[in-house]
């Protein structure tokens, strides 16, 4: 079968595209056979080395899949061969013609949704799941600031958000991508990239010097009424962390879901608001809550107002280009190997 192999951790170009043989599903088992595989920020990290989980080498990337199971191990229940499934991880990753999962890691994918659908649900729609509800605590009526809408896990949290009763505020750095969040419902769409010289320049951190400057943190502030947003959900915390505290309102939540290096905060900005800040790894949630999460995906799923979005796809040989693209374009949905 074709494989995507992994031999040392570095650039994309560190993936290979191998022949090895089909596996097959022991006790618990299922053996997929992958139609699409999504491409996520955490594979590109997990390649690269930086994540703080990292595997053994060699090994195959890839947690997302669709696919149809091709056959089951001792002691299977409740998928049989020839069953639409999407993964929630897997034992040998999902950049192959076939994976071998664990039972629990595949959950039936429903008929309306296609594989390369199905390839972007897990990761992006289980992340935001956790960040907005198991953490953040979202309500109906609260408003939530997903600061970077535009990629997977962007549009997924604006779908939960919308179909929870939450007003939404999405930005974006590209026409394209600000047009992708107001086509997913979006109340308000705001350019992150707006930030006046005077803003950026400035190292406080405070808030009136950079909404005195104005830019896009004043456009939400107006947009609130002058309250602040109740909810934050963070794409780029080395980046944004500080001046999230500028929208954030009184006793708000702030869900880190990415970050991509180190900054200087000021603790005071937290006491101040009365806030919360919720670190999440998505890998780090309880059965439990995995079973709650794959629950509500399935439902939002089936009920169509879970429509992942595909924003381009590439072979498996092309898999080095999918994670160059993953990392440094502003993709606006996601990226998929259709196999």
Not at 5 to 34: A, W
Not at 195 to 220: C, H, N, Q, R
Not at 285 to 308: F, N, R, S, T
Not at 315 to 328: G, N, T
Request: glycine share 12%; hydrophobic share 40%.
């Amino acid at each position: 079968m074709k494989t995507i192999v992994v031999k040392e951790f570095g650039t994309p170009e560190v993936m290979k595209l191998e022949d090895l043989p089909k596996p097959e599903p022991g006790s618990g088992q299922v053996l997929v056979r992958i139609k699409a595989a999504g491409v996520n920020p955490v594979d590109a990290y997990i390649r690269s080395g930086v994540y703080p989980k990292i595997p053994e080498l060699p090994y195959t990337p890839g947690k997302d899949g669709a696919g149809v199971i091709e056959a089951v191990g001792e002691g299977v229940t409740g998928f049989a061969p020839g069953d639409r499934i999407y993964t929630a991880d897997s034992i040998t990753g999902t950049y192959a013609e076939y994976a071998l999962c664990h039972v629990h890691q595949v959950n039936h994918l429903p008929d309306n949704v296609s594989f390369e659908q199905g390839a972007g649900v897990f990761v992006p729609y289980a992340t935001s799941y956790r960040a907005l509800f198991q953490k953040a605590g979202a309500k109906a009526g609260e408003t939530v600031l997903v600061h970077g809408a535009s990629g997977g896990v962007g549009i997924a949290a604006i779908q939960w958000a919308k179909n929870a009763g939450l007003t939404v505020i999405g930005t974006a750095s590209s026409e394209e991508g600000k047009s992708v969040v107001k086509d997913q419902g979006a109340d308000f769409v705001f350019d992150h990239t707006n930030v006046p010289e005077a803003a950026e320049s400035g190292s406080t951190g405070f808030m009136p010097s950079a909404l005195d400057a104005g830019g896009y943190l004043a456009e939400i502030k107006e947009a609130t009424g002058g309250r602040g947003v109740d909810i934050i959900l963070e794409m780029l915390a080395n980046k944004n962390l500080q001046k999230d505290f500028e929208v954030l309102a009184m006793f708000g939540r702030i869900s880190v879901i990415g970050n991509r290096g180190s900054l200087e905060f000021n603790p005071r900005t937290v006491m101040g608001k009365d806030a919360s800040i919720f670190g999440l790894s998505l890998f780090n949630a309880p059965a439990e809550q995995l079973k709650e999460i794959h629950h509500a995906i399935y439902a939002g799923l089936a009920a169509g107002y879970l429509k992942p979005v595909v924003n381009e796809t590439f072979s498996l040989a092309d898999a080095s280009k999918a994670h160059h693209m993953v990392i440094e374009n502003k993709a606006a949905g996601k990226i998929v190997l259709k196999i």
